[in-house]
């Protein structure tokens, strides 16, 4: 029996190689759910599967490989930060979007709901990422 998981980044976090299709969207959202909880940080889990399913579906309809890397990791005691990695080196654009758009108004809420987020080009490709931090200090 073939399975696939998630396996620990060398750090505390996650990596991903997901198929750039629009279920990918669901499996990142569990995958973010799951490093939350078991990092004790629930209360970033909503936000956090908001985020990651925008992100995601940019890099579903942008990329131009058949997978891209979600990495979700923990840089700090109260920080998460999620990643998506894909060949495509076109950075992601603010569109303007009308009331009647079905679509253009992801990076206007990952910027709302993220502490930071941005993008690392890289030689091959980029890296859109968005930081969450627990607001309480437990």
Request: proline letters at 7%; glycine letters at 8%.
């Amino acid at each position: 029996m073939t399975m696939t998981a998630s396996r620990p980044t060398g750090h505390p976090g996650y990596i991903e190689t997901l198929l750039r299709r629009p279920e990918s969207v669901a499996t990142a959202r569990r995958l973010v759910r799951t490093a939350l909880a078991a990092w004790d940080m629930e209360e970033l889990a909503d936000d956090g599967a908001l985020v990651v399913s925008e992100l995601v579906t940019n890099a579903v309809q942008h990329a131009r490989s058949e997978v891209i890397r979600l990495v979700v990791s923990r840089p700090g005691p109260t920080t998460v930060r999620i990643g998506v990695v894909d060949k495509s080196k076109a950075p992601p654009q603010h569109r303007p979007s009308g009331n009647e758009d079905d679509s253009g108004r992801g990076l206007v809420l990952v910027a709302g709901l993220a502490d930071d987020w941005g993008t690392d080009l890289l030689p091959w490709g980029k890296r859109v990422w968005s930081e969450l931090h627990r607001k309480d200090s437990r």
